[in-house]
């Protein structure tokens, strides 16, 4: 049998295709598999259905922790109410049960014969999926 020399040893032929044949069988993507999404061309109904059968929900939910709650909170205020909502950090957040409560902080004026305006921007956001219970801003 020919034999082909390798820089490390002597294989056989044989012994290359076996391991060419098995190394393309394991990398091979297997038609149907779930995992196979393309996520870059999920376009359809079906498509989208088909990511959400793979859905992965953390143990502590997508919203885990006060600072995740915050951040999501501003990323829904900033498009509604604009960047003044910054005016009203530093922004708590509180969980209470499974919903998070996000809030601005009221800023008394450090001149008390200033005019005092306005209110806090709120946000109620669910724990386990992250979604937008309610938003509004006091006044």
């Known amino acids: 049998m020919t034999k082909i020399v390798c820089i490390f040893q002597n294989i056989t032929l044989e012994r290359i295709c076996f391991i060419l044949l098995t ?32 859905d992965f929900v953390p143990e502590n939910g997508y919203v885990p922790d006060e600072e995740t709650a915050i951040r999501i ?10 960047p003044q909502i910054y005016q009203d950090k530093p922004f708590v957040a509180k969980l209470y049960g499974d919903e998070w409560l ?19 921007p709120y946000a109620v956001i669910r724990k386990i999926d992250g979604k937008i219970l309610a938003v509004t801003h006091t006044r």
Not at 25 to 54: C, M, Q, W
């Open 23 to 54: 190394a393309i069988f394991l990398l091979a993507p297997i038609p149907g598999r779930p995992d196979e999404i393309d996520h870059f061309s999920a376009d359809t109904v079906e498509d989208i259905e088909n990511i959400k059968d793979l």
């Open 73 to 82: 909170a501003e990323a829904v205020w900033l498009p509604i109410y604009g």
């Open 102 to 120: 996000v809030k601005g902080t009221y800023v008394i004026p450090d001149d008390l014969n200033e005019i005092m305006r306005g209110g806090v």
